[in-house]
């Protein structure tokens, strides 16, 4: 594989990227299970990146997460990686290096079946957004709480629009609970794209024919809704992992899930698989088939002010949350219904997917062995744009030791207003849902605003640190997230991968993981008014803000004033 950086133009306008073998997405790997990998990784930019192998179980120092468990790859120089193939199933490979996943850096990792299904077609779908800005000015845009990405989406809910709709007591209360608007989503996506492209297409597939598409959420931060125009779709495995087929009319994934369904073309035409965002701004598609289109109805705005009308509800003058006793799991009851006009105005029988629908084709009862339960709640503050795990970054936060042997179940509490997609590495996980003896099994679970959610995993591995975070790229870059370290880890063991020099002996660097959630982002606002002009310069991080304040005169009758507060 190599990379490089390279400009692209999507859109009209050219912009920075980042490629694999000259593709973004990067090139579709296909392995059988038995087999040994081994991929040499080329980095032939000026800067070090990092490649992760998203829900593969391999050793600890191939598992790709720059100065936690592996070297990174430094500038001009060539590392391999090297893992047994030990399951099967849909995943994906990514960087792991600050925001250049956001560029380009994202790619399919499929792994065959020993005994091939040589009758149902298959299909790789890679789902990703797009944005012409710079990353890092997306993340420090996130974290000045700017309007500018609501703006674009046409969602300020503002009082214009707030008397147009009549809600304006609706926004007099959000105001007064100093509440933020209404959204689901934190960025403006300037192209949402399949397989690279705003539309792909796939005319090789015949009236009749049963396709599995293998769908990836390979994402920074957009959730999809699929639809197919040819009807019900099939759910036959979720991260990789069999599930018993669950027909349904739509489903969400969530950021860095993976599912295979199965579809039929019904007859002559195109027919159009959508993927369309949460926040409802853009789409993207599959075509499958050949001849004249039969696309699926779009997805109607969202209601807006009767989302802020739930969040009122739900908002304590304190800052606190109240669930209302709605004892919300496993994506049963989704908030934001109350949103969708296609349910709220409409009397149809949308069968839509959650977890408490997903069966294992086995048994997955952990091993007989000693229990440790954890509790998480999922913290944050759109304000300050600070997500946390118990009030607490990473940085902020001891590793959580664990001992091979052991069985580890997490109760997680969302008590924040935006879902978030965690990820556990190296491990799969049971989603306890109801199935008993046959709980699926998964890598990523999405937990919805006010959820709690339970999942337990072995700790089948002998040595080693973990992640375990939020896949929303911008979450886990401000410190939502935890490391689970085996208790027996050995120190100063070897973690370089590289071909073109002998192995070195690479401690890791805990500095560098934490400096993410710690770096400071400049922030300017300048007023400019017919008596003078006012503003404020900021320089903040997860905890910490520097701020200046200035209000100046034209001329020395106006005076001037300045105050700094630091806190």
Sequence with gaps: ??????????????????????????????????????????????????????????????DGVPYLTTAPVKPHTTSVYRFPIVQNG?????????????????????????????????YTLVLSDWINEKPGQVERSLHNATDWYAIRKNATQDYLQAIKERKFKSKINNEWKRMMAMDVSDVYYDLLTTNGKKEDKAPQFNPGDKVRLRI??????????????????????????????????????????????????????????????????????????????????????????????MMNGMMNMNGTMNDMGMNMSLQQMDMNTVMYPEITDSNANIITLNYAMLKATQQT?????????????????????????????????????????????????????????????????RVLNGQGKYSPLKTV?????????????????????????????????????????????????NLAASDTA???????????????????????QVGIESNGTDGEIAFNNTRWVLQTEWRLGLNSSRGYESETHIG
């Design 216 to 309: 990836i959420n390979g994402s920074s931060s957009t959730y999809f809704w699929l639809r197919f125009s040819g009807g019900k779709m099939k759910v036959i495995a979720t991260d990789g992992k069999d599930v018993e087929p669950v027909e349904v009319d739509r489903f969400i994934v969530g950021v860095s899930e993976t599912y295979d369904v199965l579809v039929t073309i019904p007859g002559e035409g195109s027919y159009e698989l959508n993927a369309t965002s949460e926040d409802r701004t853009n789409s993207t598609a599959l075509w499958m088939g050949n001849g004249a289109r039969q696309p699926i109805s779009p997805l109607p705005r969202l209601k807006y002010f009767e989302g802020m009308n």
């Design 502 to 524: 002998p192995p070195a002996s690479f401690k890791q660097d805990l500095r560098k993981v934490y400096q993410d959630d710690k770096r400071f982002f400049p922030y300017v």
């Design 90 to 122: 849909t995943y994906w490979y990514h960087s792991h290096t600050m925001l250049q996943e956001q560029s380009g850096m994202y790619g399919a990792f499929v792994i065959h079946k020993k005994s091939r299904d040589t009758v149902t077609k298959e």
């Design 365 to 429: 009862t952990l091993p007989v062995a000693p229990t440790r339960e954890l509790r998480f709640e999922l913290t944050g503050n759109m304000n300050r744009y600070v997500w946390t795990i118990n009030n607490k970054t990473v940085s902020e936060t001891d590793k959580i030791l664990i001992r091979q042997g052991e069985n580890i179940r997490v109760i997680i509490n969302n008590n924040s207003m935006m879902r978030h997609p965690m990820h556990l590495h190296g491990h799969f996980f």
């Design 1 to 62: 594989l190599y990379v490089t950086d390279t400009v692209v133009n999507y859109t009209g306008k050219k912009a920075k990227a980042i490629a694999i073998n000259g593709s973004i997405p990067a090139p579709e790997l296909h392995f059988t299970e038995g087999d040994s990998a081994e991929i040499y990784v080329h980095n032939l930019m000026h800067m070090e990146t990092s490649i992760h192998w998203h829900g593969l179980i391999l050793p600890n120092d191939q």
């Design 445 to 493: 679970l999405d937990i919805m605003p006010m959820e709690t959610d339970t999942i337990e995993f072995h700790a089948s591995e002998n040595r080693g640190d973990w992640y375990f975070h939020c896949h929303i790229l911008y979450h886990m870059m401000s410190g939502m997230g935890r490391i689970f370290s085996y208790d027996n880890s050995g120190s100063g063991r």
